[in-house]
């Protein structure tokens, strides 16, 4: 091969070597940030980072309404001097428990599904973390839209695509190039 074409190879990949480190070095922390978050995530039931679901001691009966868990969720969180609006409830046939869960804070009050007795009131550690892995978590506290998750999720993305390719290059060229120069 031409030691023209491989003059121009090599320089390529100086180029590449150094726009790879700039876009890598920035990247490092936020992709540290989405592997613990990860590993946090897939453990969070192990680790208990998610409270645990509390069994009803009533065996049979009729279920009180979600209205009336919503009642006692938000009066749970009054005594407490959190923000009562609820973002959703969990129902739990098999356990016979419903969870509340909240908008402006990650607390869980888990309800007796037939007496309407609160089981338990913990913080749901999973939720913020899950917001930390993907960014919603400054949207959450400045109340934006989406914008910050889906900035944070597309240039990280986008970085390790870019990574991944680049360093498939970086690994491989100069491996080609000494076989060039050898023939």
Do not use: C
């Given at each position: 091969m031409?030691e023209s074409?491989?003059?121009t190879k090599?320089?390529?990949l100086?180029?590449l070597?150094?726009?790879?480190?700039?876009?890598g070095?920035?990247?490092?922390?936020?992709?540290?940030?989405i592997?613990i978050?990860?590993?946090l995530?897939a453990?969070?039931?192990k680790?208990?980072l998610?409270?645990v679901?509390?069994?009803?001691q009533?065996?049979?009966g009729?279920?009180?309404?979600?209205?009336?868990?919503?009642?006692?969720g938000?009066?749970?969180m009054?005594?407490?001097?959190?923000?009562?609006e609820?973002?959703r409830?969990?129902?739990?046939?098999d356990?016979?428990?419903g969870?509340?869960?909240?908008?402006?804070?990650f607390t869980?009050?888990?309800?007796?599904?037939?007496?309407?007795e609160?089981l338990?009131i913990?913080?749901?550690h999973?939720?913020?973390i899950?917001?930390?892995?993907d960014?919603?978590?400054?949207d959450f506290?400045?109340?934006?839209?989406?914008?910050?998750?889906?900035?944070?999720?597309?240039?990280t993305?986008?970085?390790?695509?870019?990574?991944?390719?680049?360093?498939?290059?970086?690994?491989y060229y100069?491996k080609?190039i000494?076989?060039w120069k050898?023939?």
């Amino acid at each position: 091969m031409g030691e023209s074409r491989i003059s121009t190879k090599v320089k390529a990949l100086r180029w590449l070597r150094v726009i790879h480190k700039w876009i890598g070095v920035p990247l490092v922390v936020f992709f540290l940030i989405i592997g613990i978050t990860s590993i946090l995530l897939a453990w969070k039931k192990k680790v208990e980072l998610l409270p645990v679901t509390q069994k009803s001691q009533t065996e049979n009966g009729i279920w009180i309404l979600p209205s009336e868990m919503v009642r006692i969720g938000e009066q749970e969180m009054k005594k407490l001097g959190k923000d009562p609006e609820v973002d959703r409830i969990d129902i739990r046939p098999d356990k016979g428990v419903g969870k509340v869960t909240f908008k402006t804070h990650f607390t869980e009050v888990q309800i007796d599904g037939f007496t309407g007795e609160v089981l338990s009131i913990e913080t749901r550690h999973s939720d913020w973390i899950e917001k930390v892995h993907d960014g919603s978590i400054v949207d959450f506290y400045f109340q934006g839209g989406e914008g910050v998750k889906l900035t944070y999720s597309t240039l990280t993305s986008l970085g390790l695509i870019f990574l991944g390719i680049s360093g498939f290059y970086l690994w491989y060229y100069p491996k080609l190039i000494r076989r060039w120069k050898r023939v």
